[in-house]
């Protein structure tokens, strides 16, 4: 299976700053790639998919790139309810998988 | 819009089955293309993929849990069901059930139920 690895695990910052997120696949993901935020006893909610474009109704803070086999997701100016989890997940090749995580947390 | 809603027993035995229920509504579970799908989260970790069944009754599940899992859809409740045998501690987590597209992934979710494996 398709091992995904985020980091880093925990990024502190202050709202107004930028977030830089990474995830790393152990083998060519092919673009099919997607992020997903989620809050305190929330489901996970989809942010990005296909590597770079935003889910309806997503704000354009947040973007997705991709380098290889790393991904990148970006908030480029920190609100305070996108402090949160974030997940990567494939779709690639089955079983999908899950990254670990990346806790956005405030500085 | 749709909306996933989970429903079972909170608590289950050792070595039991846990069954969980998600009903759909909002739109119909035998629409061509939707993989549905349990997730689950163990406490204060990440995501695991359980597997999918289709409308048709044909399923795909994560190696990593195959020998205990089956899942099962009734199309005339617009629902879909996980029994995840033989259970134990290692098996208390949120489960989640989720819609998966292949081009827009998991994009509707239920709230989660917390199922806790205890004698």
């Known amino acids: 299976e398709i091992v995904l690895t985020q980091s880093p695990a925990t990024l502190s910052l202050s709202p107004g700053e930028r977030a830089t997120l990474s995830c790393r696949a152990s083998?060519?993901?092919?673009?099919?790639l997607a992020w997903y935020q989620q809050r305190p006893g929330q489901a996970p909610r989809l942010l990005i998919y296909?590597?770079?474009i935003r889910a309806t109704g997503i704000p354009a803070r947040f973007s997705g790139s991709e380098s290889g086999t790393d991904y990148i997701l970006t908030i480029s100016s920190l609100e305070p309810e996108d402090f949160a989890v974030y997940y990567c997940?494939?779709?690639?090749?089955?079983?999908?998988?899950f990254g670990g995580g990346t806790r956005v947390e405030i500085k | 819009q749709v909306q996933l809603q989970e429903s079972g027993p909170g608590l289950v035995r050792p070595a039991q089955t846990l069954s969980l229920t998600c009903t759909v509504s909002?739109?119909?579970?035998?629409?061509?293309?939707?993989?549905w799908s349990w997730i689950r989260q163990h406490p204060g970790k990440g995501l695991e993929w359980i597997g999918y069944?289709?409308?048709?009754?044909?399923?795909y599940y994560n190696p990593s849990l195959k020998s205990r899992v089956t899942m099962s859809v009734d199309t005339s409740k617009n629902q879909f069901s996980l029994r995840l045998s033989s259970v134990t501690a290692a098996d208390t987590a949120v489960y989640y059930c989720?819609?998966?597209?292949?081009?827009?992934?998991?994009?509707?979710w239920g709230q989660g139920t917390v199922v806790t494996v205890s004698s």
């Open positions: 989720a819609r998966f597209v292949t081009t827009i992934y998991f994009d509707y």
């Open positions: 909002g739109g119909s579970i035998s629409t061509s293309g939707y993989y």
């Open positions: 069944i289709f409308h048709s009754g044909n399923t």
């Open positions: 083998q060519s993901v092919s673009s099919y």
């Open positions: 296909d590597a770079s």
């Open positions: 997940q494939q779709r690639n090749s089955w079983p999908l998988t």
